[in-house]
């Protein structure tokens, strides 16, 4: 049954995108501004059913924004060397550093050992570990490094899969935690840079490293606080000492040794990284400075391009590009402009009311595709709204891309879920219990934050 609704929303949205191109354009709306409907509608109907890879998608969003006459090839092509893309590998190859040279792994051990002496703790210790980490890294990339490291604390525990409601605890806790701190800055998911892109490119406007975390990471403090309670109270743990555990954590910090010079140079990369990105990147540029950093990184030798090659997904990038390209072509032809007073304006009258629906539905998709694509379906149209509208762009990208990175109920809604899933710890109805309590928290936490804080903020006015 899957399979043949599947089939029917292809068919669907292939007959009304080339309904669309074929038919003379609509009042009010130009023939390329009709035809980047078209593309846009085709490529949701991609990305939702995954019919063909989500990178190959982007690329072809390339081929058919030229060919159907929407932007020239030259202009369609550029967009693929846009800021945000480039901000994006600079991030990765960081990263990459990071994970090759051990220097994650030693944070994340010297981080979780601080956490081990009860239960309660360790658990909480899983948790602030996987969402710090994802302050600075890519989340699949944290729950990728984590998962070993809890997996060897669930066997030294002799905990069970799907018989020990502490084993569905901790690895909910990895999964939960990596995707609470990736919304907190630029680095824990590509989203967040790509959403800063296509603002900046429909807008002129930027909003900063630090600026971000000024207004994202009270929500992730207080999110934190409720997935640790609703995890303590939906899968109250059977175990009362986590001794073998702290003992398993102490050996792998034993045997890691002392720092080597490799990871103290990644560190201090890294380090000076940051540092530019919250005092100078409106000076130099985030993408300027993440280039930057990761050139020096091969000029130092703390990193080299065959462990670069095993990090990097290259296939993402191809899918950000995409989204830029069709963001841009909507906004540049006003076919977003043209929807919103349509279709949203008749509908919302209120700012308010119009980015929380708008959060609520980016919240909703991101548990089903790819979070990228969520954000790449509702942002252009939000654009449209914003520019008929008078509604401030910014606070529409901080809901809409936080809200697309908090995918808590099912393994396919992000990496971390799948990742922690994978363990057998738990099941798909464990995950679906708290995952929706916290989906609801976290929407009314982003109203509540978008009416009584966001405005507070000088820069976001």
């Known amino acids: 049954m899957g399979r043949l609704l599947k089939n029917i929303f292809i068919i669907c949205g292939v007959v009304f995108s080339l309904t669309l191109i074929i038919m003379p354009p609509m009042e009010g709306l130009s023939r390329p501004g009709q035809n980047c409907i078209a593309v846009f509608c085709f490529s949701v109907t991609m990305w939702v059913t995954q019919f063909i890879p989500l990178p190959v ?22 967009l693929l060397g846009s800021n945000a893309v480039f901000f994006i590998l600079g991030a990765f190859v960081i990263a990459a550093a990071m994970m090759s040279s051990g220097l994650s792994k030693r944070l994340a051990l010297l981080f979780l050992s601080r956490f081990g002496s009860s239960p309660r703790t360790l658990l909480l210790g899983v948790l602030l570990s996987s969402a710090f980490l ?30 020990s409601q502490y084993g569905r605890a901790l690895f909910l806790s990895l999964a939960w935690g990596a995707i609470i701190g990736g919304i907190a800055t630029y680095l824990g998911g590509a989203r967040n840079p790509l959403a800063i892109g296509m603002l900046y490119d429909t807008y002129q406007m930027r909003i900063g490293f630090l600026e971000w975390m000024v207004a994202s990471v009270p929500a992730v403090s207080l999110m934190l606080l409720v997935a640790f ?16 555990a702290r003992k398993v954590l102490e050996l792998q910090i034993r045997n890691i040794g002392k720092m080597s010079l490799r990871e103290r140079k990644v560190a201090g990369v890294f380090l000076g990284t940051v540092i530019l990105w919250v005092f ?3 000076h130099l540029g ?46 540049s032809t006003q076919a977003a402009d043209w929807v919103a007073v349509k279709v949203l304006s008749s509908l919302f009258d209120q700012p308010l009311l119009f ?57 396919i809604g992000t990496p971390p ?35 009584f804080y966001w405005p507070l903020l000088p820069f976001l006015n």
Not at 424 to 430: A, F, K, N, R
């Open 134 to 163: 994802s302050f600075w890294m890519p989340e699949h990339a944290v729950a990728a490094m984590m998962f070993p490291i809890v997996l060897e604390i669930a066997d030294s525990l002799n905990l069970k899969p799907l018989r």
């Open 57 to 78: 998608t982007g690329l072809l969003v390339f081929f058919l924004l030229p060919i159907l006459g929407v932007l020239p090839s030259s202009h369609a092509f550029s």
């Open 355 to 411: 980015i929380s629906v708008m959060a609520l539905i980016t919240l909703i998709l991101t548990e089903f595709i790819s979070n990228v694509a969520a954000l790449a379906i509702v942002l252009p149209v939000a654009f449209g709204f914003c520019t008929a509208t008078g509604t401030n762009p910014k606070l529409v990208v901080l809901a809409v891309a936080l809200s697309s990175g908090l995918a808590f109920a099912f393994p």
């Open 286 to 331: 985030l993408a300027n400075i993440a280039i930057l950093s990761s050139v020096s990184l091969f000029f130092i030798k703390a990193v080299n391009w065959k462990e670069v090659e095993h990090y990097v997904n290259w296939g993402l990038i191809l899918m950000y590009g995409g989204a830029i390209a069709l963001g841009s072509s909507l906004a």
């Open 417 to 451: 879920n799948a990742i922690a899933f994978s363990s057998g710890h738990y099941s798909i109805s464990d995950s679906l219990k708290g995952g929706v309590i916290l989906n609801l928290v976290s929407w009314l936490m982003i109203v509540a934050i978008l009416k």
């Open 280 to 282: 100078f990147s409106k």
């Open 229 to 244: 309670k609703v995890n303590s109270l939906l899968f109250r743990g059977e175990l009362t000492s986590v001794e073998p």
